[in-house]
C-alpha cells in the first residue's frame, strides 16, 4: 500500500489491537461498547494495549452511547478521560460533542482540545448528526481539529461519499477528512476513488467461537436484545489484510 493511505482500525480488545498491528493497520481507535457506537475504555485496557502495540493509538472519550448532547457531569467525565488516556501515552483522542440544535459545540470542543493536546484530536461521527455539514467542517476547522470521522451524513461511507468527496474538496490541508462505517475488501477501493479521501477508518471484524467448553444457555447477561454469550468479535487479521490490499486498486 502506497505510504500516503492511511488504515484506522476500530477495536474494543487487545486481540484486536494485535490482529489491526498484524494485518497492517497504521494504528487503532480504542473503544469499549462498541455495539453503542463505541465508549471509553477501561484505564487497564489502554495501558496493555498501549504496552503491546507499537501503532498508533486512538482513545475513544464518549462517557455512554446515546446523543452527543452531554450534561455538565458527562463533560467533566470527558475531561478526566482525556487526561487519563494522556497519562497513558495514547497517541490521540476521540470525541465530538454537538448542541440541541444539532450545530457543533464549540466552546466544549474547544476546551477539550486545548486540554488534550498535545495529543492529536479526531472529531468523530457525532459529525453525522449536525444539521448543516458545511457550517460544521468549517467549524472544526476554526476549532483546529486534526481530522474528521465521518460517513457523509449517511448509514454508511459508500452511501455519503459524494459529500464526503465535496468536505476533502471544501477542506484541502486544513483537516483529515476519514470516511468510515460499512469499509470493506469489496467497496474500499471504489470509496477512496470517489472521495479523494487518505485515511480510512474500517472494523473488519469475524465471530470467534468461545473456548468454554461448559455452556449455559438459558442465562444471559445483556438486556432484552441479546448477543450471543458464547461467541466473541475481534478484528479478524486477515481482513485488515484484504482491505489493505484493495484499497489500492
Do not use: W
Not at 505510504?3 to 484506522?8: H, I, K
Not at 474494543?12 to 497504521?26: K, N, P, T, W
Not at 470542543?109 to 472529531?123: C, G, S, W
Not at 468461545?210 to 458464547?230: A, C, H, I
Amino acid at each position: 500500500m502506497q505510504e500516503n493511505y492511511v488504515l484506522e482500525v476500530c477495536i474494543d480488545s487487545i486481540h484486536s489491537a494485535l490482529a489491526a498491528q498484524e494485518g497492517g493497520a497504521a494504528r487503532v481507535e480504542l473503544c469499549d461498547n462498541l455495539f453503542d457506537g463505541g465508549t471509553t475504555p477501561s484505564a487497564g485496557l489502554i495501558e496493555v494495549v498501549r504496552e503491546n502495540i507499537k501503532i498508533g493509538l486512538q482513545v475513544m472519550i464518549r462517557p455512554r452511547g446515546g446523543d452527543f448532547l452531554y450534561s455538565d457531569l458527562e463533560f467533566e467525565i470527558m475531561k478526566k478521560d482525556i487526561e487519563m488516556a494522556k497519562k497513558l501515552r495514547a497517541d490521540g483522542v476521540v470525541f465530538g460533542i454537538l448542541k440541541a440544535d444539532g450545530t457543533i459545540d464549540k466552546k466544549r470542543t474547544d476546551e477539550l482540545v486545548h486540554l488534550a493536546r498535545p495529543l492529536n484530536v479526531t472529531f468523530h461521527r457525532a459529525f453525522d448528526m449536525t444539521s448543516d455539514p458545511i457550517k460544521a467542517i468549517e467549524d472544526l476547522i476554526d476549532l483546529n481539529i486534526d481530522r474528521l470521522l465521518t460517513s457523509g451524513l449517511e448509514a454508511t461511507a459508500y452511501e455519503g461519499a459524494e459529500l464526503i468527496s465535496e468536505l476533502v474538496r471544501r477542506s484541502g490541508d486544513k483537516i483529515i477528512i476519514m470516511p468510515g462505517s460499512g469499509i470493506a475488501d469489496r467497496n474500499i477501493s471504489k470509496i477512496r476513488k470517489i472521495t479523494g479521501a487518505k485515511e480510512f477508518h474500517v472494523s473488519g471484524r469475524s465471530a470467534v467461537a468461545s473456548k468454554m467448553q461448559y455452556v449455559k444457555s438459558n442465562v444471559f447477561m445483556g438486556g432484552t436484545l441479546r448477543p450471543d454469550e458464547f461467541k466473541n468479535s475481534f478484528t479478524d487479521e486477515g481482513k485488515i489484510k484484504n482491505i489493505k490490499s484493495n484499497l489500492i486498486m
